[in-house]
């Protein structure tokens, strides 16, 4: 797994995991499943759904077609998340 942090551009403290995204070898992108509003409930959902999850930071992280999926209000944020991450590992 290969990890891309972004920096923090605001001038607010946001933690590093929340900054952060997961490019698994098999091409799939994780994301914080915070994004889905409530991490643990997120974490539930997608363990009753058999989708696999990745902790980084103490953290969880999910698929973003999964969360997108899932959760359409973060659709375009998960789109945004993978396309900068197969820019920034990919290349």
């Known amino acids: 797994m290969q990890w891309i942090e972004v920096p ?3 001038s607010r ?4 995991w ?3 995204a997961g490019l698994a070898p098999d091409g ?3 994301v914080p499943a915070a994004i889905c509003g ?3 409930a997120a974490v539930m959902s ?3 759904d058999g989708t696999n999850m990745v902790l980084y ?12 999926q899932e959760h359409p209000a973060a659709a375009d ?3 945004k998340i993978t396309r900068k991450v197969h820019e920034a590992l990919s290349g």
Do not use: G
Not at 57 to 68: D, G
């Open 57 to 68: 930071k103490k953290h969880a992280f999910l698929p973003a077609t999964w969360v997108a």
């Open 46 to 48: 997608a363990s009753w």
């Open 38 to 40: 409530n991490e643990q």
């Open 8 to 10: 923090n551009t605001t």
């Open 77 to 79: 944020l998960c789109q």
């Open 13 to 16: 403290a946001v933690p590093a």
């Open 18 to 20: 929340q900054r952060s």
């Open 28 to 30: 799939i992108v994780y």
